[in-house]
């Protein structure tokens, strides 16, 4: 049976220019894979698949992108992973744990009545101190893009500008 070689992703579509196009493919990712645009992925299916996008800003859930032959079309979807659900009685005790966070430059989703991080045993242990309720959970997690999302790159576990 002949190999065929992995579909290369190099476009972004708007949902626009889709209407008329197959189903996707469908392409789970976690909060960091949708930050980097190349590479090899695999699809819900099992089908591999090599993201070959010009730079710009992280893949977004929603996002639809089509190979370089206009054979193939991928829907991103954020795939869930393990975060911990904050949240409190005390909408002042909620707001000052965001801002704690911020400064340790945690990603985090803000809503009104929680905050969602990645898990992390230590900051669960700090923010439970502060009175804060802790749940972990298996979640789709999308942060906040912050400040200054593509305007720098990141080394390692932090970003900054040039």
């Known amino acids: 049976m002949?190999?065929?070689?992995?579909?290369?992703?190099?476009?972004?579509?708007?949902?626009?220019?889709?209407?008329?196009?197959?189903?996707?493919?469908?392409?789970?990712?976690?909060?960091d894979q949708r930050t980097s645009l190349r590479g090899h992925r695999r699809s819900a299916c099992g089908r591999d698949l090599v993201l070959q996008l010009p730079r710009g800003a992280a893949l977004q859930p929603g996002e639809l992108l089509r190979s370089n032959d206009g054979a193939v079309l991928v829907q991103v979807?954020?795939?869930?992973?393990?975060?911990?659900?904050?949240?409190?009685?005390d909408?002042?005790?909620?707001?000052?744990?965001?801002?704690?966070?911020?400064n340790r430059h945690v990603a985090m989703e803000l809503h009104v009545d929680r905050l969602v991080l990645l898990q992390d045993s230590?900051?669960?242990?700090?923010?439970?101190?502060?009175?804060?309720?802790?749940?972990?959970?298996?979640?789709?997690?999308?942060?906040?893009?912050?400040?200054?999302e593509g305007l720098g790159h990141h080394h390692g576990d932090h970003g900054h500008l040039h």
């Open 2 to 31: 002949p190999q065929h070689a992995a579909p290369l992703l190099v476009e972004r579509l708007s949902p626009t220019e889709a209407l008329a196009l197959p189903a996707p493919l469908r392409l789970p990712l976690d909060a």
């Open 77 to 89: 979807e954020a795939a869930a992973e393990p975060v911990m659900e904050v949240r409190s009685a």
């Open 91 to 102: 909408p002042l005790a909620l707001l000052q744990a965001a801002y704690h966070l911020g």
């Open 122 to 148: 230590v900051l669960a242990d700090l923010l439970r101190q502060r009175g804060l309720q802790v749940e972990l959970l298996q979640l789709p997690f999308q942060p906040e893009a912050g400040a200054y």
